[in-house]
């Protein structure tokens, strides 16, 4: 098993910042790649960027060269910063975790993510 738990969301402006958080726990070992989903409300969940073990990663159209998922592995986490925020990033934001067997993934509980001015 694995758990996922999200943080950093909140309310920006705008062209603003957020960095979003996922720290994992559990049997990291069975886990191929790590992905930030989001869901807006009346929308399907889409995929926002994810990254693989090796360290590749890829992004939505509509968040390349705003968005940047990384990882640190000593601290088991995983980060989505995102830049030059838009209205049409307002979403919860959830944090996925691929195991090597395929599905069912693990998710976190969500963190909402607001662009208002």
């Known amino acids: 098993q694995v758990q996922l738990v999200e943080s950093g969301g909140g309310l920006v402006q705008p062209g603003g910042s957020l960095r979003l958080s996922c720290a994992a726990s559990g049997s990291l070992f069975t886990i191929y790649a790590m992905a930030w989903y989001r869901q807006a409300p009346g929308k399907q969940r889409e995929l926002v960027a994810a990254i693989i073990n090796g360290g590749s990663t890829n992004y939505a159209d509509s968040v390349k060269g705003r968005f940047t998922i990384s990882r640190n592995n000593a601290k088991n986490t995983v980060y989505l910063q995102m830049n030059g925020l838009k209205p049409e990033d307002t979403a919860v934001y959830y944090c996925?975790?691929?195991?090597?067997?395929?599905?069912?993934?693990?998710w976190g509980q969500g963190t909402q993510v607001t662009v208002s001015s």
């Open positions: 996925n975790a691929r195991p090597h067997s395929g599905p069912p993934d693990y």
